[in-house]
C-alpha cells in the first residue's frame, strides 16, 4: 500500500512542478518573443510560444529521484530482484534524454538541421542499449525467437529511433503529441504498478504528471497556450520506448510476468504514432523524397481536411490508440503473428477509410520538386 501511494505521490510531484513552471515559461517566452515559426504545414495562427518541453525533463527528474529516495529512506522493498538493474538503467535513460533535450532545445531556438537531431536519436538509441535493455528474442514474431546479438542490438537502435521520431512527427495538432503519450505512460505505468515492479511504475508517472498538466495549457489555454516543441517530444519518444522495452523484456525474460504476444502488445500501445510514421516515411520515399521531406500526409493532417478541428482529431485519435491498447490486452495471449498482422489491418483499413472520408492529399510532381529545393527541414 505505501509503495502504491508512493506512485501516486510521484505523479502528483511531477504536475506540482509542471504546474508551477510552465505559465512561467509562457510569460519568459512572450518576453522574450520566442514563438513558433508559421509556415504553410502549420495548422495554428498566431503567436505561441514553444517551449513547454523545457519543463519535462527537470519535473520528470526531481519527481522520480524524490520519490526513489523517499523509498530508499522508508526502506519500502528497494532490494526487489526485477529493481536491481534501475541505477544503470537509469543512468544511461538520463544521458540519452539529455542529447535530445539539449538539440531539442537548441532546433526550438534557432533551428537545427534533421541531419543532426538524427545523429543525436542514434546516440541517445547507443547509450539506451548500455543500460542492458535490449532486444534479444522476438518470441515467435515471424517465426524468430532468439536473435544474435547484433541484430537484437541493430532492432533495439531502430525501435528507439522509430519511436523517437513518432512522437516528433504526431506532434502536428493541439493534445495529440501530448494524449497520446499520457496514454502509453498510463498503460506501462499500470501494468508496472498492477505486477508490483514500482520503480518503473514511478518513472512512468514522474514523466506522465507534467504532460498531462502541460496538455492542459495546451488544449484550454488562451492567453497562456503553449506547444512542447521538439524539447519536449523527442523527450517523449525517447522515454516512452525505453518504458516500452522494459516492458517487452519482463515479459519474455523475466520468471514472473507473462503476455504471450508482448512484442505485438507493445506495437499495439504506440501503435498509431509508430503506424502512421512507417506509413508517411514509406510513401515519401516512394514518391522519390527524403523520408524527413516536410509535407501534409500524417493522420492529423487527414482529419483537418475532413472537416474536424484540433481538438476533435486529437479526441478521435486519442480514443482509436485507446481502441488498440484495449484490443491488444484483451488478446495478449493470441498467436503474436495474429496479433501482429490485426494490427496492420486494422491501420490499413483506418487510412483508407481516411482516404475515402476526404483525407488523401494529392501533390503534383512539379510542386513537389519546387518543394524538395525550397524545404531542407525535417518534418
Known sequence: MELTLLVIATFLLSAAAGWLTIPRIVMISKKKKLFDELSARKSHTGAVPRLGGVSFLPAFL???SLAVGLRYMLGLDVAAPHEMAIPREFMFLV???????????????????????????????????????WIDNLDGLFGLHHVPTAVGALLTVLVVVLLTNAYNLIDGIDGLCSGLSILALFTFGVWFLTHHIYVYAMMSMAMGGVVTIFFFY???????????????????????????LKFYDLNINGEFY??????????????????????????????????????????????LRIGLTHLQGTLVIVVLQACFILLNFLLRNVNINLLFGINLVLGVLLIQGLNALGGRIDVSSQHIAQNRVQNNSEK
Not at 258 to 287: E, H
Request: hydrophobic share 55%; proline share 3%; glycine share 10%.
Open 258 to 303: 507473462r503476455i504471450d504476444a508482448a512484442p505485438a502488445v507493445f506495437l499495439g500501445i504506440v501503435f498509431i504514432p509508430a503506424f502512421d510514421t512507417v506509413r508517411v516515411f514509406c510513401v515519401r520515399m516512394a514518391a522519390g523524397l527524403s523520408p524527413f521531406y516536410p509535407d501534409r500526409r500524417h493522420i492529423h493532417h487527414k482529419l
Open 62 to 64: 526531481f519527481s522520480f
Open 218 to 244: 495546451n488544449v484550454m489555454g488562451h492567453r497562456m497556450k503553449i506547444f512542447m516543441g521538439d524539447t519536449g517530444s523527442l523527450l517523449l519518444g525517447f522515454v516512452i520506448a525505453f518504458l516500452g
Open 95 to 133: 544521458s540519452g534524454a539529455t542529447v535530445l533535450f539539449c538539440v531539442g532545445l537548441a532546433d526550438d531556438l534557432a533551428g537545427v538541421g534533421y541531419r543532426i537531431k538524427f545523429l543525436a536519436q542514434l546516440l541517445s538509441a547507443a547509450l539506451l542499449l548500455c543500460s542492458g535493455i
